[in-house]
């Protein structure tokens, strides 16, 4: 999954952003030389070092989100899904790593089949490894850097194995100019075929690096399947993914609320990541900010306004051990009156009034009347991205909600049939915020 674009969001992100930056705030980073990562094997585990010191990957895909609280909660690494992500350089990236104590595992752009990309073109792809390098040779020697991702589930969609020739070739410029980081690619699951070609034809990768979502509590055995007892990094993990929930009669996939989310990424981490004692180099959860894939809500560790979801909450203690002084408010789940709630396949009439009761369990404040709420109705998205790519937010339907309130919000239905999302979010005064949403339509 990525983000393409520059969405809401991340104009937000940039106007709240303050970062700690130890010594002088213009010192150059690059004065200091490339930090030394190496991935070694001893007493029987494979980790990686930098600098001599060992580095398990407490980390998170950060590139619109406010990438300076991964290291305030715990975190030691960022991820990116491409050198330029058209707010910010790569150097800028790096440097913005280094101010706030982080490495980054740097992606590099890799354009994929399902795209149209021809991995039989051969100019296309020497053009390609040209433009890749001239990245490489600008960011090498930043030390901040810790690797480079080399493409990001190129295997999605695709026939051509001649595209791992490539991710090759690249993996062994960078090991000619670069002899300081680490080079892996990012696959969408381990399938056994996609697995041996790399092993038997990518020699100049380190590891290889996953991405999956609800069956990553199933790594262990799919590992064993794709024959792979090598070191890996988890790229991306998270909620469980639009594709691996049911679905209303209509097709529109149900969401967990933030509190079931929060829940689920304590027990992968606990379960398939850090049970991995052996190969397992560390992650990266995915997403450090928010992105509107089916809601604007799915994947995101954040809002759109910034705020921290429970997820925030639990990466914390996750990474630190401890957990933070106020908890999210916790939405259990909502239904409405008369009519059910996410799983019941909800039909309204048009242009009525509705009331729409939420469970909260609020963990941080003893009154739950001083948390706040508000809701939005929004109709599903038309236009759907695959794997990750950008996808239009549609818009908040103005008028609709009536009043908005921690246990209840009033809202007006619709005019127009079609299919709708009812959103409610309950936040405290600490930037905490838990979502919930109930798919409905009006036939």
Same mark, same amino acid.
């Given at each position: 999954?990525?983000?393409?674009?520059?969405?809401?969001?991340? &104009?937000?992100?940039?106007?709240?952003?303050?970062?700690?930056?130890?010594?002088?705030?213009?010192?150059?980073?690059?004065?200091?030389?490339?930090?030394?990562?190496?991935?070694?094997?001893?007493?029987?585990?494979?980790?990686?070092?930098?600098?001599?010191?060992?580095?398990?990957?407490?980390?998170?895909?950060?590139?619109?989100?406010?990438?300076?609280?991964?290291?305030?909660?715990?975190?030691?690494?960022?991820?990116?899904?491409?050198?330029?992500?058209?707010?910010?350089?790569?150097?800028?990236?790096?440097?913005?790593?280094?101010?706030?104590?982080?490495?980054?595992?740097?992606?590099?752009?890799?354009?994929?089949?399902?795209?149209?990309?021809?991995?039989?073109?051969?100019?296309?792809?020497?053009?390609?490894?040209?433009?890749?390098?001239?990245?490489?040779?600008?960011?090498?020697?930043?030390?901040?850097?810790?690797?480079?991702?080399?493409?990001?589930?190129?295997?999605?969609?695709?026939?051509?194995?001649?595209?791992?020739?490539?991710?090759?070739?690249?993996?062994?410029?960078?090991?000619?100019?670069?002899?300081?980081?680490?080079?892996?690619?990012?696959?969408?699951?381990?399938?056994?075929?996609?697995?041996?070609?790399?092993?038997?034809?990518?020699?100049?990768?380190?590891?290889?690096?996953?991405?999956?979502?609800?069956?990553?509590?199933?790594?262990?055995?799919?590992?064993?399947?794709?024959?792979?007892?090598?070191?890996?990094?988890?790229?991306?993990?998270?909620?469980?993914?639009?594709?691996?929930?049911?679905?209303?009669?209509?097709?529109?996939?149900?969401?967990?609320?933030?509190?079931?989310?929060?829940?689920?990424?304590?027990?992968?981490?606990?379960?398939? &990541?850090?049970?991995?004692?052996?190969?397992?180099?560390?992650?990266?959860?995915?997403?450090?900010?928010?992105?509107?894939?089916?809601?604007?809500?799915?994947?995101?560790?954040?809002?759109?306004?910034?705020?921290?979801?429970?997820?925030?909450?639990?990466?914390?203690?996750?990474?630190?051990?401890?957990?933070?002084?106020?908890?999210?408010?916790?939405?259990?789940?909502?239904?409405?009156?008369?009519?059910?709630?996410?799983?019941?396949?909800?039909?309204?009439?048009?242009?009525?009034?509705?009331?729409?009761?939420?469970?909260?369990?609020?963990?941080?404040?003893?009154?739950?009347?001083?948390?706040?709420?508000?809701?939005?109705?929004?109709?599903?998205?038309?236009?759907?991205?695959?794997?990750?790519?950008?996808?239009?937010?549609?818009?908040?339907?103005?008028?609709?909600? &009536?009043?908005?309130?921690?246990?209840?919000?009033?809202?007006?239905?619709?005019?127009?049939?079609?299919?709708?999302?009812?959103? &409610?979010?309950?936040?405290?005064?600490?930037?905490?915020?838990?979502?919930?949403?109930?798919?409905?339509?009006?036939?």
């Amino acid at each position: 999954m990525k983000s393409i674009r520059i969405t809401r969001y991340a &104009i937000i992100s940039l106007l709240m952003i303050s970062f700690y930056i130890p010594g002088n705030a213009h010192e150059d980073p690059m004065k200091y030389g490339p930090s030394r990562v190496e991935l070694k094997k001893t007493d029987g585990r494979y980790r990686l070092f930098v600098n001599g010191e060992e580095f398990w990957v407490k980390g998170a895909g950060c590139e619109f989100g406010p990438c300076d609280l991964v290291a305030l909660y715990g975190g030691n690494s960022i991820r990116t899904w491409r050198v330029n992500n058209g707010i910010n350089s790569g150097r800028e990236v790096l440097d913005q790593a280094w101010e706030n104590g982080l490495m980054v595992m740097m992606g590099l752009d890799i354009a994929g089949e399902r795209h149209g990309f021809d991995y039989d073109d051969e100019a296309a792809v020497a053009r390609q490894l040209k433009n890749i390098k001239k990245d490489v040779m600008e960011l090498k020697d930043h030390p901040a850097l810790l690797g480079w991702g080399i493409g990001n589930e190129l295997n999605h969609r695709y026939t051509n194995m001649r595209v791992w020739d490539a991710v090759n070739d690249i993996a062994r410029m960078i090991r000619e100019v670069d002899g300081n980081s680490v080079v892996t690619t990012m696959l969408a699951g381990f399938a056994p075929d996609d697995v041996k070609y790399i092993k038997d034809n990518c020699p100049y990768l380190d590891f290889l690096s996953v991405q999956m979502y609800a069956d990553i509590i199933n790594l262990e055995q799919r590992l064993e399947e794709a024959g792979y007892d090598g070191p890996y990094l988890v790229t991306e993990w998270g909620a469980t993914g639009h594709w691996e929930m049911p679905a209303t009669e209509w097709g529109s996939p149900i969401e967990q609320s933030s509190a079931e989310k929060a829940d689920m990424i304590r027990l992968r981490y606990e379960k398939a &990541i850090l049970s991995d004692k052996t190969n397992c180099l560390g992650s990266y959860v995915f997403l450090w900010g928010q992105k509107q894939e089916r809601t604007p809500t799915w994947y995101g560790l954040f809002t759109e306004e910034g705020e921290k979801t429970e997820a925030v909450n639990v990466m914390e203690y996750l990474w630190t051990g401890k957990w933070p002084e106020q908890m999210a408010p916790r939405l259990l789940d909502a239904e409405i009156k008369d009519k059910g709630g996410r799983f019941d396949n909800v039909k309204l009439k048009e242009d009525v009034l509705y009331s729409a009761f939420i469970e909260v369990e609020n963990s941080g404040n003893k009154n739950i009347n001083a948390l706040n709420a508000r809701a939005e109705i929004l109709p599903e998205p038309t236009e759907l991205s695959d794997g990750g790519d950008f996808e239009e937010r549609p818009g908040s339907i103005d008028g609709l909600i &009536i009043s908005a309130a921690p246990h209840e919000v009033i809202f007006q239905s619709p005019v127009q049939k079609g299919a709708y999302r009812l959103f &409610i979010y309950v936040s405290d005064d600490n930037s905490n915020t838990g979502t919930i949403n109930i798919p409905f339509l009006i036939p």
